[in-house]
Nanobody, 128 residues
């Protein structure tokens, strides 16, 4: 099993920045891809960014140029640096891990059902 714990969410005004962290523990050897997904009430879940063990990265079009996903393998920690935040970025952000070796980071970002483990989430609220 893999356990994921997110942190770093909060409330910020438009144009501000936040950095989310996801600490992974347990059988992390099995993980091929990790990513961030977000969901607002009444909205569909959206794959924000994903990164595979071989370095493949995929971003949602809505966050390209503003968000950066990265990993610290020694610390088993995933990060999401979010800059120039907009009200539409508001939502619950979940860290997820997938053991699947099928497809690219983009394929996995578009297929959240392939992710085996999910954190509890951290809330991000961006006000105008």
């Amino acid at each position: 099993q893999v356990q994921l714990v997110e942190s770093g969410g909060g409330s910020v005004q438009a144009g501000g920045s936040l950095r989310l962290s996801c600490e992974a523990s347990g059988y992390t050897y099995s993980v091929n891809c990790m990513g961030w997904f977000r969901q607002a009430p009444g909205k569909e879940r959206e794959g924000v960014a994903t990164i595979t063990t071989d370095g493949s990265i995929s971003y949602a079009d809505s966050v390209k140029g503003r968000f950066t996903i990265s990993k610290d393998n020694a610390k088993n920690t995933l990060y999401l640096q979010m800059n120039d935040l907009k009200p539409e970025d508001t939502g619950m952000y979940h860290c997820a891990a997938a053991s699947s070796t099928i497809g690219s980071a983009r394929n996995l970002r578009e297929r959240p059902y392939l992710f085996d483990y999910w954190g509890q989430g951290t809330q991000v609220t961006v006000s105008s």
